[in-house]
């Protein structure tokens, strides 16, 4: 299928679910494919925020938890690879929701669940946003401290290094738009890069002295509070967050030709470069970190202590680190991209208070620029966490990882109560049934499982400075979405315009016979053709056949 005719099915496609293409379609396959690792940035999101297992469980939460993290996200894309290739919206999860709740006794819940389920995500967008620059901040903190071992980092100075991250990211997606797919080929040349050049550097500088493998693989660290068991299920908030994200490819689904073929594939291959990258990363971490509870006080954090203990020099960390440095801000970029895309998308269907306002298109720049200003906005705010709480960076990424998960979660699990029936049968990923049911299952009990180990706070006793705020955030979004239900949303929103597959055919077909002219024009003039033979049926005493 040559490149135009591929265009022309996308956006047919898209016309047929009742969605206008708004935003060009400039991202090549390869290009999705650096988003999306751009995003998950596996070995970099795992290496930096080592913090989070290793008190919680030690190498063996590392590395086991990582496993464990990655068999169960690779059965959550799975199954929501098939529902990208049934309905290749930007929507993604909420739309998912709306085509499969469209039909029988489910059909009177299918607004409210859709809304649910979009606003959960958007927050889950907005929150992994903030962990980019979180996560980037730590890191340009981590070089204060390795050369100044007397510097007490102060919240402030942190929170400043955030917005810094921040705003370098919405100027990037607010004025380089045309620029991005090349942004992203680059950020897969600079990860795999790093990866090479770190792993190689401190596997080579730490030569002969290494941790052993009984280390690696078996040590256990609990510097919690908690039992042993709970501990070791916390430190999987680092391989969550680690691999979370590959439903980026659904709201950028928009913007790349052979969406339906190409999207799926993108979204399981993300997370299984992921997995194999950010195994080997850690474990060659951990081979050469030395005395691991030195690292984890070391006020040059845990990456750069362990850069120090394999180089033995300031200026081979430093320069180790640039390689994550810069990686946060790519990844930063392309995350505030995905999520400025689901705002829009949302609001499009008017599940966002001001909905017209965020959901319009600048004319020349090509990008939503409301909805672009309005997620800077809330990462700010997601920010000032940082003033108040000690265990910002628990909260902040558990926010992430929760209603990211709960929003893979819904969509899978009501296609689970249905029967697995509710895809169209000729979408173009399908997978094998015994292997469906299986990811299907593994995947829903995963995220139920997450979703309540992630609120835990993350050591006792636990103090208000202490508390994982994550639950209070979680709590406050769904207020605010529960008062915009009854406010606006039980009048106005209806879910997603839904045509289900006959019609998707149909729509294709009518453009290719006319050469590829405006896809809304086709569709709207099939749909009053379709009905003016319903209505000449009805005069004529015929029964009009379902359309």
């Not at 265009?7 to 494919?33: T, W």
């Not at 770190?198 to 290494?210: D, E, G, N, R, S």
């Not at 299984?272 to 006080?297: C, K, P, R, W, Y």
């Amino acid at each position: 299928m040559g490149r135009k005719q591929s265009l022309i099915d996308d956006d047919a496609h898209l016309a047929a679910m009742g969605v206008k293409q708004e935003l060009k379609r400039n991202f090549s396959p390869l290009s999705m494919l650096g988003l999306a690792f751009a995003i998950l940035n596996s070995w970099t999101a795992l290496s930096t925020s080592l913090s989070l297992a290793l008190p919680s469980g030690g190498p063996t939460s590392v590395v086991w938890g990582l496993v464990t993290a990655g068999v169960c996200n690779l059965c959550v894309a799975a199954s929501l690879a098939e529902f990208l290739s049934a309905y290749p919206t930007a929507g993604g999860q909420y739309h998912w929701v709306s085509c499969i709740t469209n039909t029988g006794k489910w059909k009177k819940w299918m607004p409210i669940l859709s809304w649910v389920t979009g606003w959960i995500n958007v927050f889950g967008w907005m929150a992994l946003t903030a962990t980019g620059g979180l996560l980037g901040s730590q890191l340009v903190v981590g070089v204060i401290g390795l050369y100044n071992t007397a510097y007490k980092v102060k919240a402030w100075h942190q929170f400043l290094i955030y917005i810094g991250y921040n705003i370098a990211a919405g100027l990037l997606n607010a004025f380089a738009n045309s620029i991005l797919p090349y942004f992203n080929k680059a950020a897969i040349f600079w990860s795999v890069s790093g990866f090479m050049v770190i792993t190689i550097t401190v596997l080579a500088c730490a030569a002969p002295t290494y941790n052993s493998g009984d280390f690696v693989f078996r040590e256990f660290i609990n510097q919690t509070g908690w039992p042993d068991g709970i501990a070791w299920l916390l430190g999987l908030l680092q391989g969550g967050l680690g691999l979370t994200g590959y439903d980026a490819v659904a709201h950028m689904i928009e913007e790349i030709p052979n969406a339906a073929i190409e999207g799926p594939k993108i979204m399981v291959y993300c997370v299984m470069i992921g997995i194999f990258t950010g195994f080997i990363f850690l474990v060659s971490l951990l081979f050469v970190a030395g005395n691991i509870e030195t690292a984890i006080e070391s006020p040059a954090g845990i990456l750069g202590a362990i850069f120090f203990n394999a180089t033995g020099s300031n200026a081979g960390t430093v320069c180790l680190l640039m390689f994550p440095l810069v990686c946060m801000l790519f990844a930063t970029t392309s995350i505030m991209t995905t999520s400025s895309r689901m705002t829009y998308a949302f609001a499009r269907d008017r599940g966002l208070p001001f909905s017209k306002f965020f959901s319009r298109v600048h004319p020349t720049l090509d990008v939503p620029l409301e909805a672009l200003g309005f997620t800077f906005g809330v990462v700010i705010i997601f920010g000032c966490i940082f003033l108040g709480s000690t265990a910002a960076f628990n909260a902040i990424t558990s926010a992430s990882v929760v209603a990211l998960g709960v929003s893979y979660g819904i969509p899978v699990a009501i296609n689970l109560l249905r029967g697995r029936k509710m895809l169209p049968t000729t979408r173009a990923f399908v997978l094998p049934a015994w292997f469906a049911w299986t990811a299907n299952i593994v995947g829903v009990a995963y995220v139920i499982l997450t979703t309540v180990l992630f609120v835990f706070p993350p050591a006792i006793p636990v103090t208000g400075s202490s508390m994982n705020y994550c639950i209070v955030v979680f709590f406050i979004v769904l207020v605010i979405s529960t008062i915009q239900w009854f406010v606006d949303g039980r009048k106005y929103y209806h879910g997603p315009n839904i045509e289900m597959e006959g019609t998707v055919l149909t729509a294709i077909e009518s453009v290719r016979g006319t050469g590829g002219r405006d896809i809304n024009e086709q569709y709207a003039t099939q749909k009053e053709r379709e009905a003016a033979e319903a209505d000449q049926a009805a005069l004529n005493g015929h029964s009009s056949p379902a359309v």
